[in-house]
């Protein structure tokens, strides 16, 4: 019988951060190819509007309130979530922030914060995860939310590229510390997409929005649909070779040097 490599049935799955944007999608994605589904935020409220939206799309999830850059919530977090549902076995680090201020600008505290959500969160929250994979002996997946930004730097956004490209660093310092555990550490990419985080510099005829278009070979933002093949991909057996990967789903930004309007010489 051909072994269905993308099967995730009896697969436990994190998703950080996942009441709505990419992380919803993901989290969808992930149902779909038969895992349980956990999901944190930070207020109790977005996870019942969430829970909700997802009971709408046929998925039942467990929620937890939990703050991921409070190492104390999450041991906690984790804790619960083997004693109610299960052991992780899939841990996407989707959580995070982003500040879009001039680095002269910028308050220390402003940075310090998209740090320690963008970078030092997805730290915890993995070496946690990871922790009980190894003493289970379990192996199992970590997914980094990764960004345009762990490759190419944008005016104002210091602090979350910082933390994006450490993210990258983490994501491959983690697959060589985990992969003979039969752990396998990735990254995903995503290019620019259609959410709440991209609002403000999407909407309303913004000149961003003509630049994005202009910028991505496929002359689209993405929608958070467009990351359910990567994320089923590497949560799933068809990755058991892949660490230290960040797959890249960006419409063909990071191909391309870019072009003045619709030149083709
Ligand atoms: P989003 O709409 O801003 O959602 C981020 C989520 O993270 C929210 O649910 C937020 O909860 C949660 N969160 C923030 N801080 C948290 C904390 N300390 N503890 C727990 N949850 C926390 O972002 P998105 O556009 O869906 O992006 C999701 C991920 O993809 C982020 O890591 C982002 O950097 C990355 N990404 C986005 C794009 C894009 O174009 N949109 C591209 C590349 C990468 P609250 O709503 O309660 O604050
Ligand atoms: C920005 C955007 C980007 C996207 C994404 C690109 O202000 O440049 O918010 O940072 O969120 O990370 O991959």
């Not at 939990?66 to 804790?79: G, P, S």
């Not at 929005?209 to 991505?216: G, K, V």
């Amino acid at each position: 019988m051909t072994q269905n490599l993308f099967d995730l049935t009896g697969k436990v799955a994190l998703v950080t951060g996942a009441t709505h944007g990419l992380g919803m999608a993901m989290a969808l994605g992930l149902a779909n190819a038969g895992a349980k589904i956990v999901v944190n935020d930070l207020i109790d409220e977005k996870l019942e509007t969430a829970k909700n939206e997802y009971s709408a799309n046929g998925v039942s999830v467990t929620t937890y309130v939990c703050d991921v850059t409070n190492e104390k919530q999450v041991i906690a977090m984790l804790a619960k979530i083997e004693a109610e549902v299960g052991a992780v076995d899939i841990l996407v680090n989707n959580a995070g922030i982003i500040k879009r201020t001039p680095i002269i600008d910028m308050e220390v505290t402003d940075f310090e914060m998209v740090i320690k959500v963008d970078l030092i969160a997805p730290f915890i929250v993995s070496k946690y995860v990871a922790k009980r994979m190894i003493e289970r002996k379990s192996g199992g997946k970590i997914i980094n939310i990764c960004s345009m930004m762990s490759e190419l730097g944008r005016s104002t956004v210091s602090a979350y590229a910082a933390a994006k490209g450490g993210l990258k660093m983490l994501t491959r310092s983690q697959a060589t510390e985990w992969a003979k555990y039969n752990i396998q550490a990735n990254g995903i990419g995503p290019g620019y997409f259609a959410t709440a985080q991209t609002a403000a510099i999407r909407e309303d005829g913004h000149p961003f929005n003509d630049f994005i278009i202009n910028r991505t070979p496929a002359a689209r933002w993405g929608e958070p649909n467009d990351l359910v093949g990567a994320v089923v991909f590497l949560a799933s057996k068809a990755s058991d070779f892949v660490n230290g990967h960040i797959l890249y789903v960006d419409g063909g930004i990071l191909a391309t040097l870019g072009k003045a309007g619709n030149e083709e010489y």
